[in-house]
T-cell receptor, first 113, second 111 residues
């Protein structure tokens, strides 16, 4: 069984500030981990994913995440927030194969000018 | 190259009715998954189709059923609609082990 917990349903940062969105997972098998972004009235867009190998994963739009097995965490960061980053962010976990994703409840990121 | 397309974009039904949602996968993709996203929540996996068969299923009742056609497109059917079925229904397509591409969804309102 797999699950994801996203800490903080709402996060507000100033433009140019560090973005940190937290995600902890639980998985009975080596996990595949994902971060997705959802803009209003749109579907989900993949930001980045971790499968195996390097634990620091770089994604699109300047985002990156680090897989920490000892902490069962996969936090998403971006050094400098832009107004266009305002959206809903979802962390997700899956097992291997043609896998179903288990999503967290999401974190809404607000960027203040 | 068109991505994942879903129809209709919005739908209003009343309790007890039946609904069919449609999904065309991205070109070259053979696997279709359906997710339900209730307001303020993350998407929940309904089921996945590959080679015209249901391969995986989430914790959803039998009122939720689906189909995949030879051209890989898919339908999601929901019978005996409940108010709680109101949600955004997302379709995602992929190749085996590949990246999931999501459509923009169908917003279903049950009155």
């Amino acid at each position: 069984a797999q699950s994801v917990t996203q800490l903080g349903s709402h996060v507000s940062v100033s433009e140019g500030a560090l973005v940190l969105l937290r995600c902890n997972y639980s998985s009975s098998v080596p996990p595949y981990l994902f971060w997705y972004v959802q803009y209003p009235n749109q579907g989900l867009q993949l930001l980045l994913k971790y499968t195996t190998g390097a634990t620091l994963v770089k994604g699109i739009n300047g985002f990156e995440a680090e897989f920490k097995k000892s902490e069962t965490s996969f936090h998403l960061t971006k050094p400098s927030a832009h107004m266009s980053d305002a959206a809903e962010y979802f962390c997700a976990v899956s097992g291997t194969g043609r896998r179903a994703l288990t999503f967290g409840s999401g974190t809404r990121l607000q960027v203040q000018p | 190259d068109a991505g994942v397309t879903q129809s209709p974009t919005h739908l209003i039904k009343t309790r007890g009715q039946q609904v069919t949602l449609r999904c065309s996968p991205k070109s070259g993709h053979d696997t279709v998954s359906w997710y339900q996203q209730a307001l303020g929540q993350g998407p929940q996996f309904i089921f996945q189709y590959y080679e015209e068969e249901e391969r995986q299923r989430g914790n959803f009742p039998d009122r939720f059923s689906g189909h995949q056609f030879p051209n890989y497109s898919s339908e999601l059917n929901v019978n005996a609609l409940l108010l709680g079925d109101s949600a955004l229904y997302l379709c995602a397509s992929s190749t085996q082990g590949g990246k999931l591409f999501f459509g923009s969804g169908t917003q279903l309102s049950v009155l």
